[in-house]
């Protein structure tokens, strides 16, 4: 179908352990995000790319690696995960140009879990 | 100063009750306003945009008050589907990163039978 998937949709892990939350869109999307979601904090931006090959920092990278290497995938590594990465993580694709194409449209989420 | 903020609430308001969202953002320069929807438990959806002469999307009216940086979301006759959190967000202006969104931490709202 097409649209924005994010997989596992849920994931328990544990400290120190690697992890990767995959993100894939079936838009063409030039730009991707990703946010996490936690209570009292709301959506905050951690990383983001405008095109395959270019990623930035967004609010929180620490503790986070991104890729790109095609447009329609931009999953997230985290290193060695904590228990302060608990949290709700969206992914997010929009096609840049103003106007109604600067909607961005979410994945389902990945909760995660670090014990 | 947060960058975008918004009352939590909850709001608890009876069906049919008209109910009025408001938001505040600090940076001058912010050049694109929404209201996105997020559902308990699922992703954020785009509610409408908000543009500087104000707009109306059915029940639903967004104004945009640039000089004092506060932005509102009046929804009419509510409907219990109307229950959800309600996402003001903003995008900065020109340049690096523009194209990046500040959420503020939503304000809930439940519509009661």
């Known amino acids: 179908d097409a649209g924005i998937t994010q997989s596992p949709r849920y994931k328990i892990t544990e400290t120190g352990r690697q992890v990767t939350l995959m993100c894939h869109q079936t838009w063409s999307h030039s730009y991707m995000f990703w946010y996490r979601q936690d209570l009292g904090h709301g959506l905050r931006l951690i990383y983001y790319s405008a095109a395959a090959d270019i990623t930035d920092k967004g609010e929180v990278p620490d503790g986070y690696v991104v890729s790109r290497s095609k447009t329609e995938n931009f999953p997230l590594t985290l290193e060695s995960a904590t228990r302060s990465q608990t949290s709700v993580y969206f992914c997010?694709?929009?096609?840049w140009g103003g106007g109604p194409s600067e909607t961005q449209y979410f994945g389902p989420g990945t909760r995660l879990l670090v014990l | 100063r947060k960058e975008v903020e918004q009352d939590p609430g909850p709001f608890n308001v009876p069906e049919g009750a008209t109910v009025a969202f408001n938001c505040t953002y600090s940076n001058s320069a912010s050049q694109s306003f929404f209201w996105y929807r997020q559902d308990c438990r699922k992703e954020p959806k785009l509610l409408m945009s908000?543009?500087?002469s104000g707009n109306e999307d059915g029940r639903f009216t967004a104004q945009l008050n640039r000089a004092s940086q506060y932005i509102s979301l009046l929804i009419r006759d509510s409907k219990l589907s109307d229950s959800a959190t309600y996402l003001c967000?903003?995008?900065?202006?020109?340049?690096?990163?523009?194209?990046?969104?500040?959420f503020g931490k939503g304000t809930k709202l439940s519509v009661i039978p």
């Open positions: 997010a694709s929009s096609e």
């Open positions: 967000v903003v995008r900065a202006g020109s340049g690096a990163g523009s194209y990046q969104l500040t």
């Open positions: 908000v543009y500087s």
